[in-house]
């Protein structure tokens, strides 16, 4: 149980400290668009002889957008530790908060690499794929094990109320 406290208190402190950062997150999507070029340029550091299309601001959106839905995914992570800690674990909260938080994760995994490959592709002209330990794929991988923790918490909670019939 000092571990799943501990947990906790790691996640809260993450979530509470990236807390200030989604303001500007939120504003930055749609500031992306409006933005002069050279401010844009000078983010994504290209030259000013090449001027900034409405591609590179719609990559750069989207990679901004996947950080919130990472963002929201910890909040969701949250719950589930909340529910831990109240010793309710095979609840349909927290199937529902398991299966969410790996979609959504999944869906932030995919994001980062269509922004990435699509900002070097607009950007230098080349697609190129990096295959190893990276955010992207990490996200991926977390996504489809929560996916699969719910999996197996529905199971489990099925499983649990034959048992509680049968006593």
Sequence with gaps: MRKLQILKSLV???FISTSCVVPFL???IPTVFILSENITSDFLKIDIAESVT???KVFLAIFLLSYLLIYYTVYKFRLVLNEFVRARIFTEKVIA???SAGNILMIAGLLMI???????L???SRISFDFGIS???LCICFG???VVLSEIFKVSKSMKQENDLTI
Excluded: P
């Design 12 to 14: 809260d402190f993450l």
């Design 135 to 137: 955010a992207h794929y």
């Design 114 to 120: 269509i922004s990435e490959v699509g900002l070097k």
């Design 122 to 124: 607009v950007i230098e």
């Design 144 to 146: 489809l094990f929560f």
């Design 26 to 28: 939120i504003l930055g």
């Design 97 to 99: 908060n398991l299966k």
């Design 54 to 56: 409405i591609l590179h």
